[in-house]
C-alpha cells in the first residue's frame, strides 16, 4: 500500500507557520497552516486571472495552495503560494512582480501585516 498523508515539507511548513503565528503573535500564519492541514484535494488552486480580479497593483498574497498561470496579471504583486506553475512565475514576473517561498515571505514580515489570503 502507498504512502498517504502530507509530504515532509509540508509538515515541515505548517509547523513553520504555527510557530511564527504564535511568536510574532500573527493570526495570518494560522489561518495558513489550517487551510493546510486540510486534506490536499481541497486546498486553494487560484489562476492568475482571479488575482487579476481580486487583487490591487502593490499588493502581498500568499496562495494556500498551488497558482495556476490560466489569464493574465497586469500589477506589481508579491505572491507567495505551496506551489506554482512555470507560467504562473513567469505571468508574475513579466508584470514586474515577486514570486517567494511562503517561509520567505515569514521571514521578510513576520507580522504578517499587509498580506492578503486569496483562495
Do not use: F
Amino acid at each position: 500500500m502507498g504512502r498517504t498523508g502530507k509530504s515532509d515539507s509540508v509538515l515541515e511548513l505548517i509547523g513553520t507557520l504555527k510557530r511564527s503565528a504564535l511568536e510574532n503573535e500573527a493570526p495570518i500564519w494560522k489561518d495558513v497552516a489550517k487551510r493546510l492541514e486540510k486534506p490536499k484535494s481541497s486546498w486553494a488552486e487560484v489562476n492568475l486571472s482571479h488575482l487579476e480580479r481580486t487583487t490591487a497593483d502593490g499588493d502581498i498574497v500568499v496562495v494556500p495552495g498551488k497558482l495556476l498561470g490560466a489569464g493574465s496579471v497586469s500589477k506589481k504583486l508579491t505572491v507567495a503560494s505551496v506551489s506554482m506553475s512555470e507560467s504562473a512565475e513567469t505571468g508574475i514576473t513579466g508584470s514586474g512582480g515577486k514570486v517567494s517561498t511562503i517561509e520567505q515571505l515569514i521571514e521578510k514580515n513576520p507580522s504578517g501585516k499587509g498580506i492578503r489570503i486569496i483562495g
